[in-house]
């Protein structure tokens, strides 16, 4: 364990000498899919709960399609499947973009985080007490005042305990990022064990990487939690 930590301890954890590797690429994954997943499920959950059918139904399926297929075949269809078709590679700036393995992964994770996250504010959207929403009518709050003054901001604090979990699993599904060839902590341990034959130590020290993430991200929830949540406590 020893010998191996001394010589994979900055692949685990920052880089290779060359690349970044490891730790700091798979909160990198985390964070680019997680921020563009975040911002584009806003506008989505709005149109999920509209009553125009043309546009509740597009999202609706949107989210089916990327909530009933595995992720590990949404990236290879990103990866290898998208590039493979004429027209894409015909095109500079997305044959550019279809080549690059980090972009592919990106684009993959972000499309599926913001399926799941669309729904989750969705429900919390459909769950706020009426008696808010005709509190805002009442002082003239109409149209998009209403969804970013109100609305918004009490869907997504309810929603905080239900996306700590989308956060978390988004985290672990990080792990698939190998098959394209991106140098997560998964991709590390393989090449350690691959190079050692330390089977239970590589693959250990990644779990435990995942599992000290874990445990902060947790953490950072809880206390978001305790701050925007509070008021739905007991009162004392």
């Not at 309810?158 to 979990?165: A, E, I, K, T, V």
Request: glycine share 6%.
């Amino acid at each position: 364990m020893i010998e191996l930590l001394q010589e994979y301890w900055k692949p685990f954890l920052f880089h290779d000498g060359q690349n970044i590797t490891g730790l700091a690429m798979t909160l990198w994954l985390l964070s680019a899919s997680i921020f563009i997943g975040f911002f584009m499920s806003i506008p989505l959950s709005i149109a999920r709960v509209s009553r125009n059918v043309w546009v509740r139904w597009p999202v609706q399926f949107y989210t089916y399609l990327f909530r009933g297929t595995p992720l590990y075949i949404q990236l290879l269809i990103c990866y290898t499947g998208i590039y493979s078709i004429a027209a894409v590679r015909s095109q500079p700036m997305l044959d550019a973009f279809f080549r690059d393995a980090m972009n592919c992964t990106i684009l993959a994770f972000a499309l599926n985080t913001c399926a799941y996250t669309t729904e989750i504010f969705a429900g919390a959207i459909r769950s706020m007490n009426h008696g808010e929403i005709e509190a805002a009518k009442a002082y003239g709050l109409r149209g998009w005042k209403l969804y970013a003054y109100v609305i918004m901001p009490s869907a997504l604090r309810r929603s905080l305990p239900y996306y700590s979990n989308e956060v978390i699993l988004m985290l672990h599904s990080t792990t698939v990022a190998f098959t394209a060839t991106v140098p997560d902590i998964l991709k590390v341990a393989r090449d350690a064990n691959s190079a050692t034959f330390l089977t239970f130590q590589s693959f250990g020290i990644a779990a435990g990487i995942y599992l000290a993430v874990t445990f902060s991200l947790v953490s950072l929830f809880r206390l978001a939690e305790r701050r925007w949540l509070s008021f739905l406590g007991p009162a004392h």
